[in-house]
């Protein structure tokens, strides 16, 4: 080849190995530079910025780790601590129990809380994970009824009662349906459930429990659930609930029957409208007005379907951004393939629009956890309730921030792991490969 | 002792919504109790002493020991008492609603809950007032010399309105710094954002009690206002008015007649010299049928909860963390308001 080229001087014949870049120019200390050093007033706020958090760790990490775990109370702890400034998570060691479960929970009955927790997750996972074997599925659909059973106690019946209501719904809207049009066999699915619900339920289960009941559990009553249990139910029943009905109430909204559409734009904006305090309120206490003085309605049910309408209306509202943001053609493309409005909604449009949805149903539902500490004010002990209580007693009266703390810890890693999902779920969705 | 302008609101609108309804079952209500097999009892969510769920979640206090002696009243069982623990805001709307048969929940009689509110005071069971508390280090000695000082206090409350009216009537200014609840009022306080904390004078106590150094910080002599506290029932029932009303009663008789939880069952198995004590107790008459209770509700209520003094003691008194003295909840005989129409 060289001879060809007798008119070039120099020829490299071996490349130069790659040399690292030089100093300075690569890792920490370029990012360093770049990142909190680049001018004058990046290197200022660098610095104001260093002396602000050392000098809140400086001040807060001493109090945190070398506070006192093993004391009974507040002065035990101001003695042992004997002047010296930290905290006194002797608190939280003591009292655990009654944030978590609630202050009148019976402690025998722990475990049935444990499992709930346990089986929660396993029911909820099939529906996070597409992974997952789907016959996990029928776990979650049934675990409703088996929360219910554990953590109100009582006999197998009752919540089997409730759920037989639905297959007997099933079974009467196809039986229906060889006779009448679909719309009007499944009023005739509703009417029959209620009928199960209300007359012939109860009827059997009132029996059975006299002569068979079926793993009967110890019986709680709703004012003896508290604490972070009282915040997991009514906020898994919320976001639960509040998703399904607000998709139907979105797509009401959009609906061309004029009734539908105004029913819904109706709820909607009520339930918007309302700050959910008053709501709270209304379940708690007006309600009584209007009941027979004999009626027994649980208050946890009560503020469970306030909470599910006042979140419910929140997600419809998101959920038609949701709608609002794809493309006409996606409609009509739909029905150029000759889908009817049912399957255009669940192939085409619903899968788009609830993933365009997904930050704001997150919110919701982070938001609907966190409000989930306004039934303090209607008598639940909720876990805010419970630190307000154990303050109040002799030994730990003049403790704040420790409860706080602890309480906020277990907020945040529960709203956290919430936020950490709809990212990756987000992520696992993303079409757009740009 | 507490009362917000939202809470009138709120009950206000209650019993308008309520109108002409005023409780067809307000005319039976011990009958309800009865049949519910339990007395709703209405506390507050967490006063130290006087209302509290222990570390097992069983409800203590002065407060919760009136809620026992009506149950123990009524069942004979001290127990069969229902909590609903209430804020400030609801309690009388909670009342009103039915959503509680009595409230035990150191509210303050004044004359508009009493009448505009349509509510009934069955007693008083605290006599209390708004008291200031103070660093030491101010070197002050009388609420007269605070001229000038900042002062913690919860807002929408009548302590508020107590002490403007304090201050005015001494000509003398303030800074109020407001605060939303009794724990920031003392949080505030301990970090020097005011100089004076006022609330009533139990709570003070109690609050002072729970502090580092107590010492550092002095209960100025000055009571400012009356705040009588006492258990409520709805208007209209007067029947079930009486049985609440005739409980405190009988706890407060059984001090004046020196029977306590240790004594009575003996006094009342072998009957004593003193004809009202034997009322008292359903050795004679029929003060129990009356009520439409059993005879011998008096002494459940005293073995089972104990007399007014007892009671005291247990939860607030001088040997307790709350550390009350009795004061003007001394018996009259001892110099105190507490007094109990005569068991005849």
């Known amino acids: ?434 | 002792m507490k009362k917000t302008v939202f809470l009138s609101a709120l009950a206000a609108a209650g019993l308008v919504a309520s109108g002409a309804m005023a409780q067809d079952s307000g005319s039976s209500t011990l009958a309800a109790v009865k049949e519910h097999g339990a007395l709703k009892c209405g506390v507050n969510p967490g006063t130290p002493g006087f209302a509290a769920p222990d570390a097992n979640g069983v409800w203590k206090g002065f407060d919760v020991d009136l809620c026992r002696a009506v149950a123990a009243a009524i069942f004979g069982d001290p127990e069969k008492v229902e909590y609903t623990p209430l804020t400030s805001a609801v309690r009388f709307t909670a009342l009103s609603s039915g959503e509680v048969d009595m409230l035990a929940r150191n509210t303050t009689w004044t004359f508009s809950r009493d009448v505009d509110l349509k509510l009934e005071f069955t007693g008083v069971n605290y006599y209390d007032g708004q008291g200031f508390m103070v660093p030491k280090d101010l070197g002050v000695s009388s609420a007269k010399e605070l001229s000038g000082a900042t002062v913690c206090i919860e807002t929408g409350t009548t302590t508020e309105l107590n002490l403007a009216d304090f201050f005015r009537v001494n000509g003398l200014d303030y800074e109020p710094v407001p605060v939303e609840s009794f724990t920031e009022a003392q949080n505030q306080f301990l970090a020097g954002a005011c100089d004076v904390y006022t609330t009533d004078a139990s709570a003070l106590a109690a609050s002072r009690a729970s502090f580092e150094t107590p010492n550092d910080y002095v209960v100025l002599p000055e009571i400012i206002s009356k705040e009588p506290l006492g258990p409520l029932v709805r208007h209209g029932d007067s029947e079930w008015g009486d049985v609440v009303r005739w409980t405190l009663n009988a706890m407060v008789s059984a001090e004046e007649l020196g029977v306590t939880s240790a004594n009575a069952a003996d006094m009342a198995a072998n009957g004593t010299e003193n004809p009202e004590i034997n009322r008292l107790l359903g050795g004679e008459g029929e003060l129990g049928a009356m009520l439409g209770l059993p005879n011998d509700f008096g002494l459940n209520i005293i073995t089972k909860v104990g007399n007014y003094g007892e009671s005291f003691e247990a939860n607030i008194g001088e040997s307790t963390p709350v550390g009350l003295a009795r004061g003007l909840n001394a018996l009259w005989t001892e110099g105190g308001l507490i007094y109990s129409p005569p068991f005849r």
């Open chain 1, 1 to 434: 080849m060289s001879n060809q080229n007798t008119t070039i001087a120099f020829v490299r014949d071996n490349m130069l190995d790659q040399q690292p870049a030089p100093r300075g120019q690569v890792g920490m200390s370029k990012w360093i530079r770049d990142n909190l050093f680049s001018n004058w007033l990046n290197t200022a706020l660098t610095l104001v910025s260093i002396v602000l958090i050392y000098s809140l760790l400086r001040g807060a990490l001493p109090w945190i780790f070398g506070g006192v775990w093993d004391a009974n109370s507040l002065q035990e702890c101001r003695e042992i601590l004997s002047g010296r400034h930290a905290a006194c998570w002797g608190v939280i060691n003591e009292r655990w129990q009654q944030i978590f479960y609630g202050t009148f929970f019976p402690s025998s009955e722990y475990w049935r809380t444990h499992i709930a927790f346990v089986l929660l997750i396993i029911a909820v996972l099939p529906v996070l994970f597409d992974a997952l074997p789907r016959k996990l599925l029928w776990l979650t659909a049934a675990y409703p009824f088996l929360m219910v059973w554990l953590i109100w106690g009582g006999s197998l019946w009752g919540p089997l009662s409730i759920a037989m209501g639905f297959v007997v719904a099933y079974f009467a809207t196809i039986g229906a349906g060889r006779y009448m049009g679909s719309g009007l066999s499944t009023l005739v699915g509703v009417a029959i459930a209620l009928l199960w619900w209300f007359l012939i339920g109860p009827a059997i289960v009132g029996v059975l429990n006299d002569t068979v009941p079926l793993f009967a559990l110890r019986e709680i009553q709703s004012r003896e659930l508290g604490g972070f249990v009282i915040s997991m139910i009514i906020g898994v029943s919320g976001i639960a609930l509040s998703l399904p009905i607000g998709i139907v109430l979105a797509l009401g909204r959009q609906s061309d029957l004029p009734l539908v559409k105004a029913m819904c734009i109706g709820f909607i904006e009520f339930f918007r409208g309302v700050p959910l305090i008053t709501l709270l309120f209304t379940a708690s206490l007006l309600l009584n007005y209007f009941l027979p003085p004999d009626v027994v309605f649980d208050l946890t049910l009560r503020v469970i379907v306030m909470v599910t309408l006042f979140s419910s209306a929140y997600m419809a509202e998101v959920i038609r951004g949701g709608l609002a943001a794809l493309p006409k053609g996606q409609y009509e493309a739909a029905d150029a393939l000759g889908l009817d409005y049912w399957q255009a909604q669940r192939l085409i449009i619903m899968p788009q629009a609830l993933k365009i949805s997904i930050p704001g149903i997150v919110n919701t539902f982070i938001g609907l956890f966190k409000d989930t500490t306004l039934v303090f004010f209607i008598g639940i002990f909720d876990m805010l309730a419970a630190a307000q209580a154990i303050r109040a007693n002799s030994a730990w009266n003049g403790i704040t921030w420790e409860l706080y703390i602890f309480i906020g810890l277990i907020f945040w890693v529960c709203c956290f792991s919430m936020s950490r999902y709809s990212q990756w779920l987000e992520r696992k969705l993303r079409t757009d490969h740009h």
